[in-house]
């Protein structure tokens, strides 16, 4: 069945099950309880009702007949070392014109109908939210890890967004249709990174197929050309460092930071390609939808400032492109300090959101990809957004009206964009305790740190190793964010979420 097609003009663009981990040193403290009165306090249901029980006990692991049949596709996923929620696959063919690249989005809405206990609690959650100890998916494991996740040697119906890419990473025209697929190698980051990047031996998996190897060098090109279009429109280069707990013998030793490698790039560069074409078709469609955006930053001025204590001059008004090239400068002058960079400029262009996209709207577009069209309708297991936008293209491949009137998508983006905001709260004070814990035996000892916020409630500092936030209660007067200091230990409390710092 084929659900439509995107040609080339613009309409106004990891996960994984962690173990649950009951309690922590400092004191026992329990962070798997702390994990679930975040969820209360910030408006979340962390558990699910017996109404979603019984439903989900009526599912049956079978993917309906009739699908286009494309299981004999060299299909992969590439996600953490730990993921088990497996929203999308990949496979790519060289053309005349360039590459061709597919890729295969979990059919989450042949599991879960509109208007049902699930779709409720989905709807309600809208994300699924990660603590660092504990995962509390959008939907049932059953579902996000079995049923309706792409995992290895399954048959699993998905919704494929098929696209055409220049060699010059050019983004042209897209079908997006519903297929039966089979994932024939669950990858990993870590491992394919090492490998892509000459760091590491080939995965096993590879080393046992040569073609199988040879695609995921394939899809490697594409992406790569697909990532330096985007650069040259003025997409934003970023280098983050993800906090993530050494846990050993059920205890809270470390914080370990991990970097985005090679195969961490090619994953989010055909994510950025499908989630484009799938809005275009959309806008193309004429329908309403709903759109990420992130909007053009109201600290520009701020980043300005930043940009000039590197000697560095940026136009008066936001410029992606400019912006672009002064952090790449930056990277090539010193990678070393440039996750500090990168994390003060993510902080000062402000968080995206999700808005209602009416036909003959003006797009709003997402400054940080340099993309004028961009939705989420990849990782349905885990956003509802995506999974409300995988209705509405399935509605549109059936005749069918639309299943959300404008009044209700309008409600959707608004909740998953106050949920999402909710879910990074969650997300921060977590991390806050599992560093409180890590750290509870480093009390006046001496870190580098970069100030990531200036706020009425305080000053707030970034040290690298571990990767940790918290507040500078001395010597905070002056300091603006993107500032580097030396600080040192105070206090951590695991219960309160606070980690304490003064100035040297």
Known sequence: ?????????????????????????????????????????????????????????????????????????????????????????????????????????????????????????????????????????????????DVTSLNENQNRAAVVIDMQIAADGTLGASNIYRALVANRAQLTYNAVGAWLEGTGPMPPKLAARADLAAQLKLQDEAAGALRDARHRLGALVFDRLEPEPVIRNGKVEDIAARAANRASHLIEDFMIAANEAMARYLCGAGVSSIRRVVREPKLWG????????????????????????????????DPVHYPDLSLTVLKLMGSGEYVLMRKGDDALGHFGLAAHDYTHSTAPNRRFADLVTQRLVKALAA??????????????????????????????????????????????????????????????????????????????????????????????????????????
């Open 399 to 504: 005749q069918r009206p639309a299943p959300y009137s404008d009044d209700e998508l309008a409600a959707i983006a608004r909740d998953c964009t106050f949920k999402e905001n909710a879910a990074r709260k969650v997300n921060r004070d977590m991390q806050k305790r599992i560093a409180a814990v890590a750290l509870a035996s480093r009390i006046g000892q001496i870190f580098s740190a970069v100030v990531t916020g200036v706020t009425p409630k305080g000053v707030f500092v970034r040290i690298v190793q571990p990767a940790a936030e918290g507040r500078l209660m001395r010597g905070e007067g002056g300091v603006k964010v993107g500032d580097r200091l030396s600080v040192s230990l105070l206090a951590t409390d695991p219960a309160r979420a606070f980690i304490d710092f003064a100035r040297q």
């Open 302 to 333: 701020r980043i300005v400032e930043l940009a000039a204590q590197y000697h560095s001059k940026l136009p008066a008004e936001p410029d992606a492109g400019a912006l672009n090239a002064f952090l790449v400068s930056r990277k090539q002058a």
């Open 1 to 145: 069945m084929t659900l439509g097609s995107a040609g080339l003009t613009a309409c106004g663009t990891g996960s994984g099950v962690l173990p649950f981990i009951p309690a922590m040193s400092h004191n026992h403290f329990d962070l798997a309880a702390a994990a679930r009165q975040e969820m209360l306090d910030r408006g979340f249901e962390p558990d699910f009702s017996p109404q979603v029980q019984q439903q989900l006990a009526e599912i049956e692991d079978v993917p309906e007949s009739g699908l286009r049949d494309l299981t004999s596709l060299d299909w992969s996923s590439i996600d953490n070392d730990d993921s088990k929620d497996l929203d999308q696959i990949e496979w790519a063919e060289r053309t005349a014109e360039g590459f061709r690249v597919l890729v295969g989005v979990a059919d989450v809405d042949s599991k879960v109908a509109r208007a049902t206990p699930i779709d409720a609690h989905a709807r309600a959650a809208t994300t699924s939210v990660y603590t660092g100890i504990r995962i509390f998916p959008m939907l049932p494991e059953r579902l996000s890890t």
